[in-house]
């Protein structure tokens, strides 16, 4: 199972990032993808989640309204739009392959990782 995880980098307060999660169709189509993320010294959190079709999507409270979580229908690749970033948002991005097909913003409820892509967002 690979989950490759890409798009991340250095932005000032205000920019915009695109994050791209590819999995293979085998592992994901059927099942409901999200992203976490990990600031030094804090624990994994959640931050979005899209259910197997792609039509439904869940946020954390911190982000909604500035991220976008998207996928094509059972589709292997998932993106999360980053707007309007602020620099709490600064942490490696993470993704996962959910153990259902619904949207689910517990920890628990993922399967396979993806490795880390670091977000940087300088005041």
């Known amino acids: 199972v690979q989950l490759q995880a890409s798009g991340g980098g250095s932005v000032q307060a205000g920019g915009s990032l695109r994050l791209s999660c590819a999995a293979s169709?085998?592992?994901?189509?059927?099942?409901?993808m999200g992203w976490f993320r990990q600031a030094p010294g804090k624990e994994r959190e959640f931050v979005a989640a899209?259910?197997?079709?792609?039509?439904?999507?869940v946020y954390a409270d911190s982000v909604k309204g500035r991220f976008t979580i998207s996928r094509a229908y059972a589709g292997s690749t998932m993106y999360l739009q980053m707007n309007s970033l602020e620099p709490e948002d600064t942490a490696v991005y993470y993704c996962?392959?959910?153990?259902?097909?619904?949207?689910?913003?517990?920890?628990?409820?993922?399967?396979?990782w993806g490795q880390g892509t670091q977000v940087t967002v300088s005041s």
């Open positions: 996962a392959v959910a153990r259902g097909s619904g949207a689910t913003r517990g920890f628990s409820g993922y399967k396979y």
């Open positions: 169709a085998r592992t994901s189509s059927n099942n409901a």
């Open positions: 899209v259910n197997w079709t792609g039509g439904s999507t």
